[in-house]
């Protein structure tokens, strides 16, 4: 009873999590387009706001920054209870969706699916402590599957996720309680929330040669994307963890500050496209609507500064919004169309980045109910993953996790030194 009710607390959370970040995110449009000179709002409004998420991140919510889904995974790869909490907590849970709320009411370029797999974790994380349920490892797979299933509403996905992506395995013992998890959080969700496909329903099919010429360029090309996005996130935020060493609090502030500054002069560019999560770009190319040429550039450029700052927020539906806006520049340029160039976009960059082709198979068919284009999207998302694993060795969350339990591990070498020098 004590799984089932935080099963349910996930979906319930998930759809009210959702309904808070829609709210912030068209207060600053609408703010943004009040007046005449409003649209140079954020270039105040943007920087002060990732300043005070980093600031409140690192002082009241730490491990709260980014998307969430590294320290789930890192979680599940740490053995002391104590080390799981400084990850996954309550306190952390209502920190993350506080500050993300925070940043899309700023203008950054992020999204809540990522931050609700480390909510979803950290629910059943607590659900295990107080059922004193020792199955810890199995419950974090399962809150992270119930996260994502709410999210977009996606139960497929979801379990998807949680045996590619979270686990790299497939784990017989906890598909019960993942598929349970998934079920349950979804059935909350719907009930509040109601059946739909986060993108409407798409139908589209390759036709000619020139759709499978898109299908190709797709793939490796958003492939290519997602690689590079991967593999630059993980080197510059390396370099930008070095530059903080001596005073982290301040300089992690500061750079959050000029990311801010910079993402407002990017929306300023694009006329205010690359603000927010791109859901609305990426459902307009899906429906058929080209996207400006540039537009995959500008949000790319707005999502990695997003990530760079170290605020809260995920990359999940800002890298749909990419991917959206490269394949529907390639459609635009070989006369295809734009639905499936949009479509075959979002699972080529998607799969890319996260490097779990079946994930991004699946995420994106249950997305926008496009059966006509499985094949497709199947051989894109496959092509996405083999070329971004030639290009980049490291997937991203796999990459970032590293970060937290090499951090957990010197935490706990520092206090076997001060309990053996006492």
């Not at 409140?56 to 919510?61: D, E, N, T, Y």
């Not at 797979?141 to 996905?157: H, R």
């Not at 949680?162 to 497939?170: D, G, K, N, V």
């Not at 996790?401 to 030194?417: E, H």
């Amino acid at each position: 009873m004590v799984f089932w009710f935080g099963a349910l607390a996930i979906g319930i959370i998930s759809v009210a999590f959702a309904e808070l970040a829609d709210l912030a995110q068209h207060g600053f449009e609408s703010l943004r387009s009040s007046g005449p000179y409003m649209f140079l709002v954020p270039l105040v409004l943007t920087p002060a706001g990732f300043m005070v998420s980093a600031y409140l991140a690192a002082v009241l919510f730490p491990n709260s920054q980014g998307s969430g889904i590294p320290q789930a995974i890192a979680a599940r790869h740490l053995r002391d209870d104590k080390e799981r909490s400084t990850l996954l907590s309550l306190k952390i849970a209502l920190g993350k969706i506080v500050l993300t709320v925070l940043g899309l009411a700023s203008g950054a370029s992020i999204g809540r699916e990522g931050p609700t797999v480390q909510v979803g974790a950290s629910i059943m994380l607590a659900v295990a402590r107080f059922g004193g349920m020792a199955q810890a490892r199995g419950l974090i797979l399962a809150g992270s599957a119930a996260g994502i299933a709410a999210a977009f509403n996606t139960p497929l996905a979801g379990i998807v996720f949680a045996i590619e992506e979270m686990s790299r395995t497939y784990e017989s013992r906890a598909n019960g309680v993942v598929l349970t998890a998934v079920i349950l959080s979804g059935l909350a969700a719907l009930g509040l929330a109601g059946s739909y496909n986060y993108f409407g329903e798409a139908s589209a099919a390759p036709a000619g040669m020139r759709d499978w010429v898109l299908v190709l360029i797709c793939g490796v090309g958003g492939g290519a994307l997602g690689a590079g996005f991967s593999a630059s996130a993980q080197h510059f935020g390396a370099k930008v963890r070095r530059w903080a060493q001596p005073r982290p609090l301040k300089r992690m502030v500061s750079l959050a500050g000029m990311c801010g500054l910079a993402i407002a002069l990017i929306g300023m560019v694009s006329g205010g496209a690359t603000y927010g999560t791109g859901y609305e770009q990426a459902r307009a190319a899906v429906d058929g609507n080209a996207l400006p040429m540039m537009f995959f550039v500008e949000k790319l450029g707005a999502s990695f500064l997003s990530m760079l700052s170290g605020i809260p927020g995920g990359i999940f539906a800002p890298s749909l919004s990419v991917g959206a806006g490269f394949g529907s520049t390639i459609g635009s340029l070989l006369g295809t169309s734009i639905t499936l160039a949009a479509i075959l976009g979002m699972a080529g960059f998607f799969s890319g980045v996260v490097q779990a082709p079946m994930t991004a198979f699946v995420i994106i068919l249950e997305m926008t109910g496009d059966h006509k284009a499985v094949i497709s999207i199947m051989a894109v998302s496959m092509l996405g993953y083999v070329t971004s694993r030639i290009l980049c060795a490291e997937p991203l969350y796999h990459g970032l996790s590293r970060i937290f339990v090499a951090a957990a591990i010197r935490n706990r070498r520092a206090l076997d030194r001060k309990e053996t020098a006492a």
